[in-house]
C-alpha cells in the first residue's frame, strides 16, 4: 500500500500535466514600430538621441526586486536620452520586454524629467489575444504616472477583458522603467542637461 501511494504522488494524476500550447495560442509576430519610430512618437520634439546602456549586478537586481515585489532578471537597462534643439534634456525612452501569457511583448517607456511617464508605445506583440493594449485609448492611462502611483489593474489601470496577461506585463514593465530610471539618472539629472 505504501508504494502504490508513491507511485501515485510520482506520477501524479492523468490530468494535472498542463499541454503546451498550440501555435494559435501562442500568436504570430506582430511588428507595429521600429525603435527610430517609437522614441519620436514618445518625444516628437526631441532633436537628437543618445543612446546609454547601464549594467545591473545582482545587488541592483535584488534591489529592484524587493521594491517592484517581482524578480527582475535583466542585466542591463538601455535608454535613449532624448534632448531638444538646444541639446536639452526632455526625457529617456527605454526599450523593454516582459512576457505576456506566453510570449514577451516588447515596448518603449517614455520618462519625462521629472521621472514620470510621458507615453508608452507597443513595437512587438506575440500573442493570439489581447493586442488591444498596443492602442493610445489603453496606453494614455499610463501618461502622468510616476513610482508613487500603483499602475496596477482595477487600482489606476483599466483592465482589458481578455488581455489581462498582457496588462499586467505593461504595468510590471512601466513600473521597472520608472524604478530603474529614478535609480539610473535621480542623481545625474543635473549633469545630463
Known sequence: MV????LVLATGSPGSAQPEPTPEEIGQIQVYLTETEARTRLFPDAAAFERRVTALDSATRSDLSDRLGRRVV????????ARGDQGE???YAA?????G??????????????LSISDVAVLVYRESR?????RQRFLRQYRGKSMDDPVRINR????????????????????????????VYRDSRASLR
Not at 542591463?76 to 536620452?81: D, E, G, H, L
Not at 501569457?101 to 521629472?114: A, D, E, S
Not at 489581447?130 to 498596443?134: D, L, S, T, Y
Not at 483599466?158 to 513600473?175: D, E, K, P, Q, Y
Open 101 to 114: 501569457k506566453y510570449r514577451p511583448i516588447t515596448f518603449m517607456v517614455g520618462v519625462k524629467q521629472n
Open 156 to 183: 489606476d489601470i483599466i483592465n482589458i477583458t481578455g488581455a489581462t496577461m498582457s496588462v499586467r506585463a505593461l504595468n510590471f514593465g512601466v513600473r521597472k522603467t520608472l524604478a530603474l530610471t529614478e535609480l
Open 130 to 134: 489581447g493586442a488591444q493594449v498596443r
Open 95 to 99: 526599450i523593454t520586454e516582459e512576457v
Open 89 to 91: 534634456l526632455l526625457g
Open 74 to 81: 535583466d542585466d542591463s537597462f538601455a535608454v535613449y536620452i
Open 3 to 6: 508504494g502504490g501511494l508513491i
